[in-house]
């Protein structure tokens, strides 16, 4: 079945650090590719996504690149905020079922001044 | 509304009592799907409801949980005979499509 691998937390940088949460997935087709993130004491919201291979979803200086090669869809931030600290989940919705949001496990990303 | 409401926000509960927890949808979603985030086990899928089709139960974990939706619409769902394991955050999303969920900010159940 679908499935969603995500780099174990938490992950701690410095503030302006680059940050790079990695995300592999499993799945027959062509699945789309999801970064969703939750801020502490808040609702999941959707951060980017990609639905087709070599596009690249980008938000708020996030961005991540579908890789049907690696079956990957890597987090990147170039330099991140205190504001950033949140919980990080990669999710895919597989191409021939029903919409179903497959998650990953979620990565902490603790951000320090 | 202009966001997926979800009520209550906190509930607890005796082990062993039933409890109802409610999602409104946005409106005009035909998709509806409630996930279960426990500490430690992230987000859990546990059943999904798409206009007038019947529903994917296939993550509710036990027949303790059932769900229903009414007028494609308000969905409850309904946990009986409650055990302390099912304690967690219940997140219910809308979408209009395949893409596009919007989430709840959650009912976190707490069974004590």
């Known amino acids: 079945g679908n499935s969603v691998t995500q780099m174990e937390g938490p992950v701690t940088l410095s503030e302006e650090a680059f940050l790079t949460i990695n995300c592999t997935y499993t799945?027959?087709?062509?699945?789309?590719l999801f970064w969703y993130v939750q801020y502490p004491g808040e609702g999941l919201q959707l951060l980017l996504k990609?639905?087709?291979?070599?596009d690249k979803g980008s938000n708020k200086g996030f961005e991540a690149t579908y890789r049907k090669e690696t079956t990957s869809f890597h987090l990147e931030k170039g330099s991140v905020q205190v504001s950033d600290s949140a919980v990080y989940f990669c999710?895919?919705?597989?191409?021939?079922?029903?919409?179903?949001?497959?998650f990953g496990q979620g990565t902490t990303l603790q951000v320090k001044p | 509304g202009a966001g997926v409401s979800q009520s209550p926000s906190n509930k607890v509960t005796e082990k062993g009592k039933d409890v109802e927890l409610r999602c409104d949808p946005i409106?005009?979603?035909?998709?509806l799907y409630w996930y279960r985030q426990s500490l430690g086990q992230g987000l859990e899928f546990l059943i999904y409801?798409?206009?007038?089709?019947?529903?994917?139960k296939s993550g509710l974990p036990s027949d303790r949980f059932s769900a229903e939706r009414t007028g494609g619409s308000v969905s409850t769902l309904t946990i009986q005979r409650t055990q302390q394991e099912d304690s967690a955050v219940y997140l219910c999303?809308?979408?209009?499509?395949?893409?596009?969920?919007?989430f709840g900010s959650g009912t976190r159940l707490t069974v004590v």
């Open positions: 990609a639905t087709k291979a070599d």
């Open positions: 999710a895919l919705i597989g191409s021939g079922n029903t919409g179903k949001l497959i």
């Open positions: 409801f798409q206009g007038n089709s019947a529903p994917d």
């Open positions: 799945a027959t087709g062509y699945p789309s």
């Open positions: 999303a809308s979408s209009p499509g395949r893409h596009g969920y919007t």
């Open positions: 409106s005009g979603h035909t998709a």
